[in-house]
């Protein structure tokens, strides 16, 4: 990838990837709603850009990574969004979680004015961005896709190409969707065992050595027995990503009563004030009693 990457949305996820880019050498100019959050990337090397328009007038190609469809369309539409500056020989490359139909709309706006795009959502949390080992969901334009594979590959531990516009979204919301199911499955089974009269720790010694170990029980598991939701995934885009996997399976006519009950575990959380934690605070639905 020639010349400086731009990047929106130092969030949680945003930030370990920009981070991460800076360290393997990339330039990278960086921008975000509340600006504050730039400044540890600028102490390691980045630059600012006042809006996501002038990020885009500097870079050949931008990425997203923003909370949710709302903020994914503002930082495109919006006054001094990408659209204004987005044109021939420019790249845009959304990796937040969204819906098929808000990435789509996004794409036809940047197709419209002669830019690329690629949408990329990832796999993998906090951790795995620090660490450069997310699971990259890309769809879009392919001659786009192979450009950006350096930085995919800084960023990730494994790239897929999916096709049209639509299915890396898709892609990513089914994948979400199993996982906050299976959220609630092992935070029901936390409480069982606990209300049963076993040891949490031993349920997890189990699980590690069962068919149904997982790399999210092993890693979530030992702070949930603490009560520490200190945040990885927020709550509140896993609850995102349920609505909107729900929606595709209405579009679908796909039965998911699973799905249906964790959704609304998830929702149940947001109403006691836990959306800002990890997704794994679903685990206090479960237990009840103070939060
Ligand atoms: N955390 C995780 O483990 C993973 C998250 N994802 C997905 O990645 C995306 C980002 O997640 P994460 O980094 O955790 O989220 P955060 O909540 O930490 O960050 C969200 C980012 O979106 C920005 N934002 C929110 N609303 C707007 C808006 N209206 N206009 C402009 N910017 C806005 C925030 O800016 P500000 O700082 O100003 O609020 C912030 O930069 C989400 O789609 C999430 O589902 C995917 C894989 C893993
Ligand atoms: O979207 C969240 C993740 O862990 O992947």
């Given at each position: 990838m020639e010349g400086e990457i731009g990047f929106l949305g130092m969030g949680i996820m945003g930030k370990a990837m920009a981070m991460n880019l800076l360290r393997h050498g990339f330039k990278v100019t960086v921008w975000n709603r509340t600006l504050s959050r730039c400044d540890e990337l600028v102490e390691h090397g980045a630059s600012v850009g006042e809006t996501p328009a002038a990020v885009v007038k500097k870079c050949k190609y931008t990425i997203g990574m923003l909370s949710d469809p709302a903020a994914a369309l503002s930082v495109v539409f919006d006054k001094d969004g990408v659209l204004e500056q987005i044109c021939s020989g420019k790249g845009y490359i959304d990796m937040s979680t969204v819906d098929a139909e808000t990435s789509s709309k996004i794409s036809e706006a940047i197709t419209s004015k002669g830019g690329h795009f690629l949408e990329a959502p990832v796999s993998g949390s906090k951790k795995p961005a620090e660490d450069g080992q997310l699971v990259i969901l890309a769809a879009g334009e392919k001659v786009l896709y192979e450009e950006a594979l350096p930085a995919f590959d800084v960023m990730g531990k494994k790239s897929f190409f999916l096709g049209n516009v639509g299915n890396g979204a898709k892609m990513k919301l089914v994948v979400n969707m199993i996982m906050g199911s299976m959220m609630n499955a092992f935070s029901e089974g936390l409480v069982l065992a606990d209300k049963s009269g076993l040891s949490s720790q031993t349920l997890l010694d189990v699980l590690e050595l069962a068919a149904i170990a997982n790399p999210m029980f092993k890693m979530k598991g030992p702070s949930m027995i603490q009560n520490n939701y200190t945040p990885a995934f927020p709550l509140k885009h896993q609850q995102k990503d349920m609505r909107l996997a729900l929606a595709l399976g209405d579009e679908n006519a796909v039965s998911m009563p699973v799905a249906a009950a964790a959704n609304e575990a998830f929702k149940k959380a947001r109403n006691l004030s836990?959306?800002?934690?990890?997704?794994?605070?679903?685990?206090q639905t479960v237990k009840g009693g103070e939060h």
């Open positions: 836990l959306g800002d934690l990890d997704f794994s605070a679903v685990h």
